[in-house]
């Protein structure tokens, strides 16, 4: 059974910082496309940040700069830092694992809140 838990989501002011966490279970996590999705209420999910099973990284517009997404192979684990962080990043924030042992594939947690105020 696929399992992605993340944690590490809250409530912090304009220009704090946070550090999201999902650990893995039920899958080979180092053959894994990690990446941090969000979505604002009303609409799209969209990419934040992914990371390739070779450690290639890919950043939203939006985040660059800002955010910094890693994984820990021995660990399941993959992060994400989030610095200067804007009212505009409050979402529910999900952890997504892709083409798992090089076959296509998609699995999704349940989601983190992160809320920013002004």
């Known amino acids: 059974q696929v399992q992605l838990v993340e944690s590490g989501g809250g409530s912090v002011q304009a220009g704090g910082s946070l550090r999201l966490s999902c650990a893995a279970s039920g899958i080979t996590f180092s053959t894994a496309l990690m990446g941090w999705y969000r979505q604002i209420a009303g609409k799209q999910r969209e990419l934040v940040a992914t990371?390739?099973?070779?450690?290639?990284?890919n950043y939203a517009d939006a985040v660059k700069g800002r955010f910094t997404i890693s994984r820990e192979n021995a660990k399941n684990t993959v992060y994400l830092q989030m610095n200067s962080l804007k009212p505009e990043d409050t979402a529910v924030y999900y952890c997504?694992?892709?083409?798992?042992?090089?076959?296509?594939?998609?699995?999704w947690g349940q989601g983190t809140q992160v809320t920013v105020s002004a």
């Open positions: 997504n694992a892709a083409n798992v042992d090089y076959v296509r594939s998609s699995y």
């Open positions: 990371v390739s099973r070779t450690g290639r990284t």
